[in-house]
Nanobody
Framework: VQLQASGGGLVQAGGSLRLSCAVSGGTFSSYAVGWFRQAPGLERELVARTSRSGGSTDYGDSVKGRFTISRDNAKKTVYLHMNSLKPEDTAVYYC????????????????WGQGTQVTVSS
């Protein structure tokens, strides 16, 4: 399974970005997918995650109400819609996947993408 994250860039505070995670090499609808981020000097943190169907989602406390995760199983892509961006959202964003038979999200992931840089200027 391969994951390709894209959509990062430079944006002003208060702006929006949409990240995409294209998944290939497996049955996409069988995989739970999550978005994580890591800023310099900080630990990696969960941003958002979705179950295999998209019926269950979860968000990190710092992004609740501002970010939305969605998936398009036909396009084999998971999106992270980021609104009201803040300078503290600056980080490398990674998507990850894990095979799951559950209707719920998962807490561990087996496959990781290469990351996309998001920089929010004040």
């Amino acid at each position: 399974v391969q994951l390709q994250a894209s959509g990062g860039g430079l944006v002003q505070a208060g702006g929006s970005l949409r990240l995409s995670c294209a998944v290939s090499g497996g049955t996409f609808s069988s995989y739970a997918v999550g978005w994580f981020r890591q800023a310099p000097g900080l630990e990696r943190e969960l941003v958002a995650r979705t179950s295999r169907s998209g019926g269950s989602t979860d968000y990190g406390d710092s992004v609740k109400g501002r970010f939305t995760i969605s998936r398009d199983n036909a396009k084999k892509t998971v999106y992270l819609h980021m609104n009201s961006l803040k300078p503290e959202d600056t980080a490398v964003y990674y998507c990850a996947a894990r095979y799951s038979s559950s209707v719920y999200t998962v807490s561990e992931y087996d496959y990781w993408g290469q990351g996309t840089q998001v920089t929010v200027s004040s």
